[in-house]
């Protein structure tokens, strides 16, 4: 089990929806990130936020808008997809006091997205 | 990009045979961390380490650091089904700004 929840679990939308990924965590942490996860690869990097601010964009496209309404919420907007980014998002946080790159990643169990 | 490579990619055992699996870095690391995924589930971390030449043991599960801070190992002793899934290294990425995963190694355990 995780302390990082994740909604929705599945997701499936068409290429001119608009939905959001939502997570949320209580452990106090400071930084949250976004990772996308295609099936047999690595987890890769979309977006942090520490203390609330969007602080790495990995030249994610527009069409991925995250937010960060308070410490313990993160949420992912998608419009507009394609269905190359059919994948697991995760949702991690850290404690982010000692830095980004040293503090543990808490994941979310994911959400699984596909786009027809 | 990342920094960290990893292999193998893959590792088909026997239930009760070793494992091991290596990460290496073209520069220095502050840290790695090791990170388990099961099947369809998400990365559970394992452990950090932050030492040169530090090890540590989790049960079966030993982690060790380089001495030069550029590569790490993982090793699981006596396998059993429960080890299934892929094992992660992560460390700094370019620029150093946050953590990149390793590609990943593989495990299967045939009971």
């Known amino acids: 089990d995780t302390e990082v929840t994740q909604t929705p679990k599945h997701l499936v939308m068409g290429m001119t929806n608009k939905k959001s990924l939502k997570c949320e965590q209580h452990m106090g942490h400071r930084a949250m990130y976004w990772y996308k996860q295609k099936a047999k690869k690595p987890p890769e990097l979309m977006f942090v936020?520490?203390?609330?601010?969007?602080?790495i964009n990995e030249s994610v496209p527009s069409r991925f808008s995250p937010e960060c309404p308070n410490s313990s919420l993160l949420n992912l907007h998608l419009h507009a997809l394609q269905p190359e980014d059919s994948a697991l998002y995760l949702c991690a946080s850290s404690q982010g006091i000692l830095g980004l790159i040293n503090s543990p990643l808490h994941f979310g169990n994911g959400t699984r997205l596909t786009v027809t | 990009g990342q920094q960290v490579m990893q292999i193998p990619q893959y590792q088909h055992v026997q239930e009760g045979e070793d494992f091991t699996t290596y990460c290496n870095s073209s520069?220095?690391?502050?840290?790695i961390q090791w990170y388990k995924q099961r099947p369809g589930g998400h990365p559970v971390f394992l452990i950090q380490l932050v030492k040169s030449g530090e090890v540590k043991k989790q049960k079966r599960l030993t982690f060790q650091f380089g001495e030069a801070k550029k590569n790490s190992s993982l090793h699981i002793t006596a396998t059993q089904t429960t080890d299934v899934g892929t094992y992660f290294c992560?460390?700094?990425?370019?620029?150093?700004?946050?953590?990149?995963f390793g590609s990943g190694t593989r495990l299967q355990v045939q009971p």
């Open positions: 936020y520490s203390y609330e601010k969007l602080s």
């Open positions: 992560a460390g700094p990425g370019t620029g150093r700004r946050a953590l990149t």
């Open positions: 520069t220095t690391l502050s840290n």
